[in-house]
């Protein structure tokens, strides 16, 4: 009886430890969801969400009848599929390359200049950014130094998308590449110096020992990020972009925050923001089962 009396004292104190965590996400998360009804009225800010006239589903009707639709649908899955295929090549690419380095110095040092960007922030990044490529930055200085002309990058809808995935798989892919890194650790020794005795090249043993080593954790990397399909980087996007590039770097989110809370039209925006949630969270259940499935990775 004490034994059962003592654990059950330990349960509250967890359970009293847990209270300003779970008091938090309830207020912070779970309070908020209640907004989602504007998505279904014709939202008055003076009369509020209990007494704004209720449409239905006309908010969603007319978000699919505009032209701007189309767009930022094709630009949010254009910005996050280059962002999930560079994340995914680059940082494999980048730990087999590191792997194969054998100074530990230099390897160390490598690792820690490209881990460095993950940590620093869009509006930092964002202004560092535009002073590079901005028509007197050091990227024209070169050019003219080459005998071209200067470039507005970020004022050219043809350029913005590829300097958008660009710019965020540079920030991204040091720290991306730790987890294959981690991987490649697990691998046996003994598999490379049984190799090496049977005479392999580096070539045959990165890619007959290192990459099917890796092959579990790319898979379920890869799955996982389906779940982030239309998350282009309302951060990243927001700091860079401009009127200019509208047209191929407006993105759902960014559409969003203009039309709802610069345009006050706050049921629409709330429809096409509860239509990305949906999809969003259909996306992350279909990538872990997949996960579990191809990779045998389960949270529960």
Request: hydrophobic share 50%.
């Amino acid at each position: 009886m004490k034994k059962n009396g003592f654990r059950k004292g330990v349960t509250i104190h967890y359970w009293i430890m847990l209270l300003p965590a779970l008091l938090w996400m309830f207020f912070v998360n779970i309070v908020p969801m209640f907004g989602i009804t504007m998505a279904f009225q014709d939202f008055n800010p003076g009369k509020g969400i209990f007494k704004s006239e209720f449409v239905g589903l006309e908010n969603f009707i007319y978000m699919f009848e505009l032209s701007d639709t189309r767009e930022i649908l094709f630009n949010t899955l254009y910005i996050a599929i280059g962002k999930i295929i560079g994340n995914l090549v680059v940082p494999v690419t980048f730990a087999l390359i590191l792997n194969e380095v054998k100074n530990l110095v230099f390897k160390r040092s490598v690792q820690t200049i490209v881990y460095l960007p993950h940590f620093l922030s869009w509006v930092v990044l964002g202004g560092i950014l535009l002073d590079i490529f901005s028509y007197t930055g050091p990227i024209n200085h070169i050019l003219k130094s080459l005998g071209l002309s200067s470039i507005a990058f970020f004022q050219r809808d043809d350029l913005f998308r590829g300097l958008v995935i660009g710019s965020d798989i540079w920030k991204e892919f040091g720290f991306n590449a730790v987890v294959y890194l981690a991987a490649i650790t697990g691998i046996s020794p003994a598999l490379y110096e049984a190799a090496a005795i049977d005479g392999a090249s580096r070539w045959k043993r990165l890619t007959k020992i290192t990459l099917p080593g890796i092959k579990g954790v790319i898979v379920l990397m890869t799955v996982l990020s389906l779940g982030n399909i239309l998350n282009a980087g309302f951060d990243q996007i927001y700091n860079l972009y401009n009127p200019a590039v509208y047209s191929t770097g407006d993105i759902i989110d960014t559409w969003v925050y203009r039309v709802g809370i610069n345009n006050l039209q706050f049921s629409l925006a709330s429809a096409v923001g509860l239509l990305k949630s949906v999809v969003g969270f259909i996306m992350i259940t279909v990538s872990y089962s997949l996960a579990y499935k191809f990779a045998d990775y389960r949270i529960f």
